[in-house]
């Protein structure tokens, strides 16, 4: 059975940080491409940034500079972490496992970026 766990969501102020981390099961992760999304109130789910199984990263332009995607394969788990947060970053942030036609998700965990 296939798990992933978010973790790190929270309430934070403009300008401030987070770190968000996501823990993978039931797949063999150094062979996966990861990434995290987000989906807020109205909106569609989109990609805020992906590493893939080699190590390469990629971001949205809106997080670009801001945001830092790693992974750790070692404890199975791929983090986010995010910096000079704006209220426009507040969203359910999602993980997801992707390989070849596999793809999993995450429950999501909420961040709101908030004075």
């Known amino acids: 059975q296939v798990q992933l766990v978010e973790s790190g969501g929270g309430l934070v102020q403009p300008g401030g940080s987070l770190r968000l981390s996501c823990v993978a099961s039931?797949?063999?992760?150094?062979?996966?491409?990861m990434g995290w999304y987000r989906q807020a109130p109205g909106k569609e789910r989109e990609l805020v940034a992906g590493?893939?199984?080699?190590?390469?990263?990629n971001y949205a332009e809106s997080v670009k500079g801001r945001f830092t995607i790693s992974r750790d394969n070692a404890k199975n788990t791929v983090y986010l972490q995010m910096n000079s947060l704006k209220p426009e970053d507040t969203a359910v942030y999602y993980c997801?496992?992707?390989?070849?036609?596999?793809?999993?998700w995450g429950q999501g965990t909420q961040v709101t970026v908030s004075s």
């Open positions: 997801n496992a992707h390989l070849l036609s596999q793809r999993y």
């Open positions: 039931g797949i063999i992760f150094r062979l996966y491409a």
């Open positions: 590493i893939t199984s080699g190590g390469s990263t």
